[in-house]
């Protein structure tokens, strides 16, 4: 798969001049709110016609201004998932998750709806009406909604912006599993470090109109400079681990990363591979291992970078035997441990601060 | 009871205003639907001349109405001429006159309540059904129709009940023929303007409160009936 997007379109005060390729899985577009992330992703739907610009998929070209080309939203066949479901208030749910299907080309219906039912874990609710489903389940059916109709692409617009911590906790995993166990790839959009943290591969960032850095998750949002793009607090560490326990009694669940390990909250498969977003501004710093501490990750590494942050803080990474972990801390902190290159240092992390559920 | 009982005339009568009011009613749904889409969703030049002419029969006199319909579909009429031309159409002192006569004065009350449905749906709903596949056509079949349903039905109730009592228009533009044009109205008119007519009124009278009352139940019921598969999110 390969998206190409070009557009320049104007909005009343607004101007996005954005391009970006993307490949397969999960490409998030970040970015403030009104930095026109769910503009572009208008454009690609084919909800908006950009003023000029170019959209193909796969070679197969479906906005070009300069040739007066522009193939119609329903003529696209890409799934949309919108910030609120948009579920049709005179159907069922099963005839919402049917509807796209009526318009789907025959050959192209590969995914069936016991899966996707499976998938979305919507069995329940196949037979009632939207208007008595809550905001979460809600917006599950939308999605396999979208996936029903046999999308190239599925655009995800926010889909968990309207919900509550407690919904979003509840539908992270599906997607997750969305994109595990799917072959479609997805454009996602999101204002929030611990959506994109979890779900993407490649990260978009957005600002004011334009495209202000593109690449893997990892790298973006390791990078303090583009995290302003988002909200500041947000910034930290992206980690790759495996499961390898779990403590059922204490509800804990260890995660292996390159060579050091975590104890992260909740109750995850063994074997499965997981991200872990570490906030810097929950990462303690010490010259010496503490005792009697209720902190649990207590990571032994070096000083691998000093950047000084906005005002009086000090963004520091630490090197804990190839994994990366970032701290925010204030510059007096810096000076009063005497933090240079190469300092032996302990990171400590509470359990609690990971966004995991 | 004997003066209860019907004659033949005042059965034509009954059957007559009926049949008029069906016609008038279904024939005028389409345009209906047509014109309140455009009035609700249209950008074009001259939309505030085409509510202003929807809404003409509302205002005008009825017989005003009449004498209009008369000028245009008369047989040496501009329309009414035509039509008679070239489809052997004729409407002027027919019941099918009367119909056209009818659907004109119900006309805006059914565009009102259809339009104002149509305002009142979600158009991002449609855009969802855009993204699943539904071209434009579909959508309307498929989402903005099943939505409007209420209002369509409120709509036409509006429009049959108009047409049952409809005389001002009709009397003028096609008479009150027995048998052709003479309606419900027109025969409770008549009977109040000949001496011991006053039996053949009051059964008649009798007769539209049932007709009026059945039609106003009837779209509780449906409304009802919708209103119980669209709950709004």
Redesign the interface.
Known sequence: MSLIVEARHRLGRFSLDAGFTSQCGVTALFGRSGSGKTSLLRIIAGLTAPDEGRVSLDGDVLVDTAAGRFVPCHRRRFGYVFQEARLFPHLTVRKNLGYGRWFSPKAARGDDLARIVDLLGIEALLERRPSNLSGGEKQRVAIGRALLSDPRLLLMDEPLAALDEERKAEILPYLERLRDETSVPIVYVSHSVAEVARLADHVVVLEAGKIRATGSAADILGDASVSIAAERRETGALLEGTIRSIDDSNGLTTVVLKTASLLIPGHHDIGRRVRVHIPARDVLLATARPEGISALNILEGTVAGLKAGSGETMDVSVDCGGDVIQSRITRFSTERLGLKIGSPVYAIVKTVAFERP | MDWLVLSDAEWTAIHLSLRISVVAMLASLPFGILVAMALARGRFWGKSLLNGIVHLPLILPPVVTGFILLILFGRRGPVGSFLSDWFGIVLSFRWTGAALACAVMGFPLMVRSIRLSIEAV?R??E??????????L?VFA??TL??ILPGVIAGMILSFAKAMGEFGATITFVSNIPGETQTLSAAIYTFTQVPGGDLGAMRLTIVAIVISMAALLASEFMARLVGR?????
């Open positions: 979600d991002r709903l855009e969802a059904a855009g993204t699943l596949g539904a071209s434009p579909w498929t989402v099943p939505l598969r669209i709950e709004v999110e």
